[in-house]
């Protein structure tokens, strides 16, 4: 149902708008049907008597109708600001939901987001494979969502890894399967990589047993977190999270 609201919003509204009138769009909506409830976003506080559902690639991801927030989004914001706490840290976040982006900018000083294909709402346009920032940069660094569009994935872990202080943070979370990553790189046409990998602009689908390989060879240490495994069943339907939320927290391999 959701997809085919934004689909007729695609269509009446003209593209150089749509991003423009989008959160008045949302905010109406919510006013006029998801305002008051049970339901609490962790992002924008707003009350709704539902999540959205949406479906994604093995993800039961529901949106928030005031501020647009994926499950993914609030679980995240959730832990970064409990588990990172100096304001004045210095975080890059990719291609972050622009309620994420606001969110994390209410938060902390030194917060900065990028995106390259100017879909989000982001202060830089940074090509992760070539990161335009000095070495040992960032405290924390966000890619959510973000390797399984980037053909070079290896040099963008490599840029990742130069970036980061040795003491550093990288969280990473990407669409998963069981056992190793498929990619084919003969599969260009969007049909085909739906098809293959799970979304029209995916260029492989990692695999439970491959990523934290492909990310030690390339200078990191990786342990899987589940986010929300600390929330009850009751909790997990108040704030809209999904039964599993798998983020891979990465360490410098240099780092103690
Ligand atoms: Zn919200």
Redesign the pocket.
């Known amino acids: 149902m959701y997809s085919f609201f934004k689909n007729i919003y695609k269509v009446l509204t003209p593209k150089s708008w749509q991003f423009k009138i989008e959160p008045f769009i949302r905010k109406m909506v919510y006013y006029l049907i998801y305002k008051g409830g049970n339901t609490t976003?962790l992002?924008?506080?707003?009350k709704s008597k539902k999540f959205i559902p949406i479906s994604f690639y093995n993800s039961d991801d529901k949106i928030?109708p005031?501020?647009?927030?994926l499950s993914r989004s609030?679980a995240l914001g959730e832990y970064i600001r409990k588990n990172f706490k100096n304001q004045s840290q210095k975080i890059l976040d990719f291609s972050p939901h622009r309620?994420l982006n606001n969110f994390f900018k209410s938060i902390f000083e030194n917060y900065i987001s990028s995106d390259f294909e100017n879909q989000f709402y982001a202060q830089k346009s940074y090509d992760i494979t070539k990161i335009n920032e000095a070495d040992q940069r960032f405290d924390l660094i966000i890619c959510f969502h973000v390797l399984e569009h980037i053909l070079e994935d290896k040099k963008a872990i490599k840029e990742l890894n130069r970036v980061l202080k040795n003491d550093g943070h990288l969280l990473i979370q990407v669409p998963l399967k069981k056992g190793k990553t498929y990619q084919d790189n003969s599969i260009i046409s969007k049909e085909g990589r739906l098809k293959a990998f799970g979304q029209e602009d995916h260029v492989r689908i990692y695999g439970e047993d491959s990523l934290p390989l492909i990310l030690n060879e390339n200078g990191f240490s990786a342990k899987p977190i589940d986010i929300v495994k600390e929330y009850n069943s009751e909790e997990k339907k108040i704030y809209g999270f999904s039964e599993n939320e798998v983020i891979y927290v990465c360490r410098k391999a240099t780092s103690t």
């Open positions: 976003c992002i924008c506080s707003a928030c005031n501020c647009g927030a609030r309620s």
